[in-house]
């Protein structure tokens, strides 16, 4: 693996050739232009014109540039506002893409602002399901649900919390997440984002625009919504939720969308889509300190803990799931 500095190296070699071959003029700065989760690096690449694009360092042997590429079209065809892929060079893992600015969601969002920003968010994941053509995208399948699902005994349980499961705690967990696959599974299958969320959306014209898109697959219609409004950095209480999720499922329902009729069936698949993810983001988090070394993802846990466990009581059949929690914690 070519060390990290050696890449930028390589990565403003790569741009100062493209930038003069296709503007004349190889004069550029970078500056770092957002974190992320995975070995992803972004750089915004300031012009000597005043203009500014962003630069993606994806190092090949970790990170595939390729699906980023097919789901920017996806979302543009699909009237989205998504990064153009200005330039690529897939084998050593670059990507030149349109810069989106630097107001996001997360830093913009209050009281006041919530109503409009998750309106244009609901609008735009709308279109973004319409969209929806078999064949695009990987499905999201039980296979891949479960091994989300089983980061949480693996990394939470195991790595974080230095805990092992009975043998009767492992199949009521079990048990659980049988649940979960059988909801998701049950759901129309759409266009999935996978994280869809205040701080993959940025504050722009049109808005939003749609950052973090590369795990995109065809699955559960309730996943993107319960992704924006049980966020993994900011809580809305229960009630806000409800509101902004009975919204969502008017509009799409307009819109044709192949929802749930009665809003009590769409909630209980929502609630419990959610589930799914807060137990995998939980597992994914704790992997994220302990594999890779980047520790403040752990602050977070407690809002996710938080989430699971006030589903979990509101459904009798997630009890066994609350009952490990009140053991684990």
Same mark, same amino acid.
């Given at each position: 693996m070519?060390?990290?500095?050696?890449?930028?190296t390589a990565?403003?070699?790569?741009l100062?050739?493209h930038?003069?071959s296709e503007i004349?003029?190889?004069?550029?700065?970078l500056t770092?232009? /957002?974190?992320d989760?995975?070995?992803?690096?972004?750089?915004r690449?300031?012009l000597?014109d005043g203009?500014?694009?962003i630069a993606?360092?994806?190092?090949?042997?970790?990170?595939?540039?390729r699906?980023?590429?097919?789901?920017? &079209?996806l979302l543009?065809e699909?009237?989205?506002n998504a990064?153009e892929?200005?330039?690529q060079? #897939?084998?050593?893992g670059?990507?030149?893409l349109?810069?989106l600015?630097?107001?996001?969601?997360?830093?913009?969002?209050?009281?006041a /602002?919530?109503?409009?920003?998750?309106?244009?968010?609901? =609008?735009a994941?709308?279109?973004?399901?319409l969209?929806? &053509?078999?064949?695009?995208?990987?499905p999201y399948d039980?296979?891949?649900?479960?091994?989300?699902m089983?980061?949480?005994?693996?990394?939470?349980v195991?790595?974080h919390?230095k805990?092992?499961l009975?043998?009767?705690?492992?199949? /009521?967990?079990?048990?659980?997440?049988r649940? #979960?696959?059988q /909801?998701?599974l049950?759901q129309?299958?759409?266009?999935?984002h996978?994280?869809?969320?205040?701080?993959?959306l940025?504050?722009?014209?049109p808005?939003p625009?749609? #950052?973090?898109f590369q795990d995109?697959?065809?699955?559960p219609?309730t996943?993107?919504v319960?992704?924006?409004f &049980? =966020?993994?950095?900011?809580?809305w209480?229960?009630e806000?939720?409800?509101?902004?999720?009975v &919204?969502?499922?008017e509009r799409?329902k *307009?819109?044709?969308?192949?929802?749930?009729?009665?809003?009590?069936?769409f909630?209980r698949a929502?609630?419990?889509?959610g589930?799914?993810?807060?137990?995998?983001v939980?597992?994914?988090f704790?992997?994220?300190n302990y594999?890779d070394g980047?520790?403040?993802y752990?602050?977070d846990?407690?809002?996710?803990?938080a989430?699971? *466990?006030?589903?979990?009581?509101r459904?009798?059949?997630?009890a066994?799931l609350?009952r490990?929690?009140?053991v684990l914690?």
């Amino acid at each position: 693996m070519i060390h990290a500095d050696a890449r930028r190296t390589a990565l403003e070699r790569w741009l100062a050739l493209h930038l003069r071959s296709e503007i004349g003029d190889s004069r550029f700065t970078l500056t770092a232009a /957002s974190e992320d989760a995975s070995f992803r690096r972004y750089w915004r690449v300031s012009l000597a014109d005043g203009r500014s694009t962003i630069a993606m360092d994806a190092p090949p042997d970790k990170e595939d540039c390729r699906p980023f590429v097919r789901v920017s &079209r996806l979302l543009r065809e699909a009237g989205l506002n998504a990064p153009e892929v200005l330039a690529q060079d #897939l084998a050593q893992g670059f990507l030149l893409l349109s810069d989106l600015g630097t107001r996001t969601y997360l830093q913009e969002l209050s009281a006041a /602002s919530a109503g409009a920003l998750f309106g244009d968010a609901t =609008d735009a994941l709308v279109r973004w399901q319409l969209a929806t &053509r078999a064949g695009e995208l990987p499905p999201y399948d039980e296979g891949l649900l479960r091994r989300e699902m089983n980061l949480f005994p693996e990394w939470y349980v195991s790595r974080h919390l230095k805990k092992e499961l009975t043998k009767a705690q492992k199949d /009521s967990l079990e048990g659980v997440f049988r649940l #979960l696959v059988q /909801s998701a599974l049950a759901q129309p299958a759409v266009y999935v984002h996978r994280d869809y969320m205040p701080r993959n959306l940025m504050v722009c014209d049109p808005n939003p625009g749609v #950052l973090d898109f590369q795990d995109a697959v065809l699955g559960p219609i309730t996943y993107d919504v319960v992704s924006l409004f &049980r =966020d993994a950095f900011v809580s809305w209480e229960d009630e806000q939720v409800l509101d902004w999720s009975v &919204r969502y499922w008017e509009r799409a329902k *307009r819109a044709g969308l192949p929802l749930e009729q009665d809003f009590g069936e769409f909630w209980r698949a929502f609630e419990w889509m959610g589930l799914q993810r807060h137990l995998k983001v939980l597992g994914i988090f704790a992997r994220i300190n302990y594999r890779d070394g980047k520790p403040k993802y752990l602050e977070d846990t407690p809002r996710f803990i938080a989430y699971a *466990r006030s589903v979990a009581a509101r459904y009798g059949a997630l009890a066994p799931l609350l009952r490990l929690f009140d053991v684990l914690e």
